[in-house]
């Protein structure tokens, strides 16, 4: 049996990613749903909406709610949170390593380490020096991990690409197949999803 | 003891205060917890924010996805809905009447048949023939209660000038004191956090 599994679209600059990142693996494990790690970049997504800057920053409102909000869920998981001095800080460097390294086995720990770095200790997670110092916590020979990423700077495109036509629109999302399932808080959902559809 | 309430902030208008107000009344026993109703206007504050018409019309990808979405929260509640035709309507009449009337041990059953007649049988909750259906439904006076809401048009004004002050953006929302929770997904931790402020 070889499902195809539910797919985790993930932004290094998404602050609800954070937490979506940090539990997924074991939530899934759970469920026993197989997980693939979809990294793309919302940039080009909020560009073509007319945003050229995050909506929490451009809608005051709302901003001020999610780091309220996003407090209390970092709370209830016991994940450490400081808001970024920079927000929301270039994740492309970042998505280029996950995304050509995705079916890796340290690849999640490479990425709750980069989330960790932007929204837990505040580090500039678009700079090289940063992305090293993740690859090397986990035993990951960085300059090479480094370089691989970047020669292949096509995959993280067309995985954004893909996003796109999946109708994804923010982050994190979800899909089961077509099925869309937006937001931290609905990955119950998609897990629930996924069970129905491979029983 | 009389603690205050919960406060259950909605939007006639707004597709996700449906289920919401469909399912406080239920949740908020089964937790021991006061609610009070609060209708108020979205239109000023998206109009604040730049926004001439629902952000789910604004941004197509994020309307085609609540809809999707809705139908499946929906469904887990066993709530029946249709797309209306039009979207959004205009709450403004309705909203006065839940304002004027929101402690009414009737107020509840309304609001639940203004947004069914919205979400369920796309009927125009603007027309006051249909929000005068919704009242004589209920056993209430329906032209006395209309014209006893039009009255008192500066309640609802004030209330949306209050929602405003609470840092209110999007709807449903529930406030605990100053502490803002915003969407159906969010009840259970509002109840939570009033049951923590008054053990």
Redesign the interface.
Known sequence: MSAAPLEFWFEFASTYSYPAAARIEAAAAAAGVPIAWRPFLLGPIFRA?GWNDSPFNL?P??G??MW??LA?VCASLDLPLREPSVFPRNGLLAARVACRFADEPWCPAFVRGVYRANFAEDRDISDPTVLASCLTAIGQPAAERIAAANAEKERLREQTERATAL????APSFTVGEE???GN??LE?ALDCWKKRNP
């Open positions: 909406q809608y409102a709302k001020r709610y309220r909000d209390r109708g994804i629109f923010g869309l399932f937006w808080d609905r959902a």
